[in-house]
């Protein structure tokens, strides 16, 4: 356990501060009806990093050079906020593509997966390395990478802390907080910013699976027995955190591959919160007032 | 500007289409305006256009109210945030401009003498999304009161209301009123027929009357 955690204590620090704030961001996705973005940006993260795995492997054999070691993770992260960018403005073309939110978040989903099938195809050298990504299989981050993710999970920590007041009402009823003054675009564009973030060093060091187990399953998990907003995002994080813990044990005692096992651990501790919080509800249930 | 909501020939609509013309009224600190008329006449757009929601088409709109406010139709929530009554109501303190919240100890005391005078205070800790439609309607209410606007904008605000709750709420917007709050009300239910000093707004026809409380009708309460 010892070598495994000096070659990836930095991995499972960043994993630690994803767990921490990526539930909470997913269950505003949740609660406005969106979380299907929590599976699209993620993809489309993907997807960008594929790209980048591209046009990495068209420039080295463009000079000629037949052996390097792939992109860098800086690379992947670059590469991956222009995925996620262009899944956010995707998700924004209502005007134009129309239909619903969860037909473009599919739609994103669906060019995206094939995205990142497709263009490995053309980059060999980069394929093993994005396969890797795309299974979760932990990755070793440098100190500086990690510095990155904690510094990006920080700055979305502070700004749920601080705002999610605002947040719960611009999605709550959007015309009464234009009345206190509130700017729908802004708070909209800094909750988009949160799960931008999440989303791309989430992406580029733990792969699309752990953000989708993190993003979407804490907050699915605690929705419907949550006694309060406030209660709904703790619950999420201490589902995320725990999905996580369970996840490690999982992927260092069988030896499997991270991702799937963040969603498989957040699901076991979704189920184990949800007997654990439900059950004093149930005892205590009284017929509903009308 | 003494008054807090100003309308000279204005043309109120949405998407450059005209749903009323030719409004002018202006009212100022103290009064409570019953605005009056059939579903779809134009009552919640001359609301909106009052809190600066809709900008004229034609003509002008001023505002001096320095806090406004406003309790939407019922079903403006969404009702998928597992929000409890509290964090509703203290929802309503948020702004203007700023995203991040703190609330004062006594944002949280007057929330809490809201759900009291609209006997929500056992309710308190529950979702809104439980509640039932009359209870809701009482939480945005709350919601907006707290806020201690000048200019309180409510729609239909006891369309889900017996006649007790109508008539907690109502004596709270008079008592925020007699406290020097401009209310403008869009109702269509006796309960808030307007009182001998309200004034009355008809909205019919693509236009707007304004009845002075002196010869408006309705019985006095």
């Known amino acids: 356990m010892s070598i495994y955690l000096e070659l990836f204590g930095a991995s499972l620090a960043a994993l630690a501060a994803l767990a921490l704030v990526a539930p909470p961001v997913g269950a505003f996705l949740h ?11 993620p993809q489309a993260a993907l997807a960008g990093i594929a790209v980048g795995a591209l046009v990495d492997a068209l420039g080295h054999g463009a000079d000629g050079h037949h052996h ?42 669906c060019l995206a997966s094939a995205a990142a099938v497709l263009l490995p195809s053309f980059a060999p050298t980069g394929a093993l390395q994005l396969d890797a990504r795309a299974r979760g299989e932990i990755l070793a981050i440098g100190t500086t990478d990690l510095a990155l993710v904690l510094v990006a999970s920080a700055v979305v920590a502070v700004l749920l802390l601080r705002g999610w007041r605002s947040v719960l009402l611009v999605g709550q009823d959007p015309l009464a907080a234009r009345v206190c003054g509130l700017s729908i675009a802004r708070t909209n564009a800094l909750l988009n910013g949160c799960v931008a973030a999440i989303t791309v060093v989430g992406t580029a060091t733990a792969g699309p699976l752990a953000i989708f187990g993190l993003l979407v399953v804490p907050p699915l998990g605690c929705h419907a027995g949550a006694p309060s907003m406030a209660a709904f995002l703790r619950r999420s994080v201490a589902v995320g955190a725990l999905g996580a813990v369970l996840a490690v044990a999982m992927s260092f005692e069988a030896d499997l591959p991270l991702g799937p096992c963040v969603i498989v651990g957040a699901a076991v501790a979704a189920l184990l919160a949800r007997l654990v919080w439900r059950a004093p509800e149930r005892l205590s249930r009284s017929s509903p007032t009308r | 500007m003494s008054d807090l909501v100003r309308m000279r020939s204005a ?20 009064r409570f305006v019953v605005v009056r008329g059939a579903s779809g006449s134009g009552k919640t757009t001359l609301l909106h256009a009052a809190l600066g929601l809709l900008p004229p088409i034609a003509g002008s709109v001023e505002r001096a109210a320095r806090v406004g406010s406003l309790v939407p139709q019922l079903d403006a929530l969404d009702a998928h945030h597992p929000a409890d009554v509290l964090e509703t109501v203290l929802s309503g303190v948020v702004g203007p401009g700023t995203f991040a919240t703190r609330l004062a100890a006594e944002d949280r005391d007057r929330a809490e003498a809201l759900l009291e005078a609209l006997e929500l205070t056992d309710h308190a800790r529950r979702r809104v999304d439980r509640l039932s439609g009359g209870q809701r309607q009482r939480v945005l209410v709350a919601r907006a009161l707290v806020r201690e606007p000048d200019l309180l904008v409510m ?37 808030s027929a307007p009182g001998s000093q309200d004034t009355l707004v008809l909205v019919e026809g693509g236009s707007v009357h304004v009845v002075e409380p002196a010869a408006a009708p309705g019985g006095a309460r």
């Open chain 2, 11 to 30: 043309a109120l609509g949405h998407s450059g289409r005209a749903v009323l013309t030719g409004v002018d009224l202006s009212f100022g600190a103290g």
């Open chain 2, 155 to 191: 729609d239909e605000p006891t369309s889900a209301l017996d006649e007790r709750a109508a008539e907690l709420v109502l004596a709270l917007v008079r008592a925020a009123v007699a406290g020097g709050a401009l209310a403008l009300v869009a109702t269509h239910r006796d309960a």
């Open chain 1, 68 to 109: 390097h070691h792939g992109p860098s993770l800086a690379s992947d992260l670059a590469w991956a906020g222009v995925g996620t960018l262009v899944g956010l403005a995707a998700l924004g073309f209502r005007s134009r593509v129309g239909g619903s939110e969860s037909g473009r978040a599919a739609g994103v989903f």
């Open chain 1, 31 to 41: 609660a406005r009806g969106t979380a299907l973005h929590g599976l699209a940006l």
